[in-house]
Nanobody
């Protein structure tokens, strides 16, 4: 089993930045990722870090977000810059044992509770 705990969400003005953190406990996972879900929309992939496949991003990130991992702390971070109201969502951390570059919800085995990010205009 793996437990994921997110932190770092909050309210930020458009153009601002936030850093989200997700710490995993339990078994070691290969890939840790961030997804987000806005009200009334489906959960969508944002970014992921895979021990075997490196980092990869959703197309809409366009260089604004950076994912990184501190292996010693078993923690993954999402640096989010140039935020706009369209980035408002609950951001979820996810993890899987498998390698490869999965961008779909069903590809992940474990999920955190989510952290709210609200961007005001």
């Amino acid at each position: 089993q793996v437990q994921l705990v997110e932190s770092g969400g909050g309210l930020v003005q458009a153009g601002g930045s936030l850093r989200l953190s997700c710490t995993a406990s339990g078994r070691t996972v290969t890939t840790m990722a961030w997804f987000r879900q806005a009200p009334g929309k489906e959960r969508e992939f944002v970014a992921a870090d895979s021990r075997s496949s490196g980092t990869f991003y959703a197309a809409f990130v366009q260089g604004r977000f950076t994912i990184s991992r501190d292996a010693a702390k078993n923690t993954v971070y999402l640096e989010s810059n140039s935020l706009n109201p369209g980035d408002t969502a609950v951001y979820y951390c996810a993890a899987r044992y498998s390698s490869g570059r999965s961008r779909i919800v069903s590809g992940y085995d474990y999920w955190g509770q989510g952290t709210q990010v609200t961007v005001s205009s």
